[in-house]
């Protein structure tokens, strides 16, 4: 008994002192990041260890290993920034607005006249009359057709107004603006901040995956090994294997996500979403075009998306483009 205690107590110690360990759901996150990281490990170690014909390949042509660890160093590199990220809180977007509200009722009231013209600075207009800054609630409900409740805006667990596309994570507890959905590899949620984040980091895995593919079937075809080194490269085949399909299905997936600006749970959940329980299936409401859905995710990640009118509705209902009028960017 005397034994066990100054270990628990050095554990609730350790505990206390290191929030990441100190939060279940954060702690669990913490250890898959670290199995994701040992496991890339492992594929591309088990070769420098156990294949000296490919330590021999890796002195006489570097430029291909130096090329392989960039990939392998880019990869960890995205994986860990796409992880750190914030995917685009309602709460720190009401912040903003209400900060940017603050800036705009103390900023001093600046006029340069010349003449009988009056030139006016600080966001005050032609005439002289301040314009009234915008209120949270105000622009959220400007992006819903007249007449919507507030109260059907409100997250019944942050208590904030919540834009069209936005929902409520039970994971992070915070409501995250187009949400997507939370990757517990990541730790985090995916949303408007990082999803274009996400898509690099699972490209770069996929490319990655595949090119450990071809070195791994390039060991098997060399000479006669031990039976248990090939147990071994065949378990880790079969993993590689499965991780590629998986991790391709999941990039060609988001790439149609992002090219008709939809989400995971826009798509999946569509009928259990009030704005969007009315709405033909193979109509994208939120859709700009290929290029500016592109544009959106890539450059300007950070626009509320308001709700179509029905005008617009039922004419992108009766817009139906062919692969020619994709080729031809008709459609974008």
């Known amino acids: 008994m005397g034994v066990c205690c100054p270990v628990l107590g050095t554990r609730d110690h350790l505990l206390l002192n ?21 496991l890339h490990l492992v594929f591309i170690g088990f070769l420098f260890v156990c294949d000296a014909e490919f330590i021999e390949n890796t002195k006489q042509h570097p430029w ?10 880019a990869t960890l590199l995205q994986y860990f920034v796409t992880s750190g990220s914030s995917p685009g809180y309602v709460i720190d977007a009401m912040r903003d607005v209400d900060e940017t509200n603050a800036m705009y009722r103390n900023a001093p009231n600046t006029s340069l006249k010349s003449g009988s013209v009056v030139i006016t600075m600080e966001g005050e207009s032609a005439s002289g009359g301040r314009r009234a800054p915008t209120s949270w609630g ?12 507030l109260r059907n805006m409100t997250c019944g667990y942050c208590h904030v107004e919540q834009p069209p596309r936005a929902k409520h994570c039970h994971d992070c507890d915070r409501c995250v603006l187009q949400f997507d959905h939370h990757c517990v590899w990541l730790g985090t949620c995916v949303g408007q901040k990082n999803h274009c984040k996400f898509w690099w980091y699972i490209c770069e895995e996929s490319a990655l995956c595949i090119w450990t593919l071809i070195m791994y079937i390039d060991y098997l075809s060399n000479v006669a090994k031990p039976w248990w080194k090939n147990a071994i490269i065949i378990l880790l085949l079969v993993i590689l294997v499965i991780s590629l399909i998986f991790v391709l299905l999941l990039l060609l997936f988001h790439s149609y996500l992002i ?26 409401p939120f859709s700009r075009g290929i290029k500016r859905n592109l544009y959106n995710v890539c450059c300007s990640n950070d626009t509320l998306d308001s709700l179509p009118t029905a005008y617009e509705l039922e004419d992108r209902s009766r817009s139906s483009y062919t692969c020619l009028d994709m080729l031809k960017c008709h459609c974008c």
Not at 18 to 38: E, I, Q, T
Not at 64 to 73: P, Q, R
């Open 64 to 73: 291909y290993m130096s090329s392989y660890f960039f990939l392998f160093s």
């Open 138 to 149: 105000k622009l959220v409900v400007d992006l819903y057709p007249p007449g919507t409740s």
């Open 18 to 38: 290191l929030p990441c360990l100190s939060d279940p759901v954060r702690r669990s996150s913490l250890f898959l990041k670290l199995a994701l990281v040992a």
């Open 259 to 284: 090219l008709t600006n939809q989400s995971t749970y826009e798509l999946v959940r569509r009928k259990r979403i009030p704005y969007m329980r009315n709405i033909p299936e193979r109509v994208h």
